[in-house]
């Protein structure tokens, strides 16, 4: 990759439970692909007008030079939505060089959806021995 490339290029890491997502903004013509698939083809409708949240919060249209490479992997489809959606935020706020203007999309991100920035991490509690689950425990029938 030569260093002309690796300056315009921005690559930035969304995460929610096991899934991961990488954002991969560019110079180009507007496109936007998920995983190798333009976006116009994602379904259902709601999962795609769910990604392009920071889009919209940031102002789309500021935003129509730029090429958009998404990759999503692990988890669930609506973890990867989650995790696709904070890469993006998060890839937006990197692209921005003015400081003010950065801190007022930030703002403006956890205003809308504090996990648009934040990661989330809650897991899943694990097993413990003696009974069933993380919580449940074996019934004593002698009392």
């Known amino acids: 990759m030569s260093q002309k490339t690796a300056q315009t290029a921005q690559q930035t890491i969304g995460k929610r439970k096991t899934s991961v997502a990488v954002a991969k903004f560019s110079k180009g013509t507007g496109d ?3 995983n190798g698939v333009p976006i116009e083809l994602v379904r259902p ?3 795609k007008s769910k990604v392009l949240e920071p ?3 940031a102002g789309l249209e500021n935003y ?3 090429n958009i490479q998404l990759s999503a992997m692990g988890g669930g489809y609506i973890a990867q939505l989650y995790a696709i959606r904070q ?3 998060k ?3 990197a692209n921005t060089h003015d400081d003010v203007q950065k801190e007022t999309l930030r703002k403006a991100f956890v205003k809308y959806d504090r996990h648009l920035i934040v990661a989330d991490t809650r ?3 694990e097993k413990k021995f003696g009974g069933r689950g993380a919580r449940a425990r074996r019934q004593k029938s002698y009392r």
């Open 32 to 34: 936007i692909r998920l």
């Open 45 to 47: 409708e709601l999962l």
């Open 55 to 57: 889009l919209f919060v």
């Open 64 to 66: 129509k030079n730029m």
């Open 87 to 89: 890469a993006i935020a």
């Open 91 to 93: 890839a937006i706020i």
């Open 123 to 125: 897991r899943c509690e």
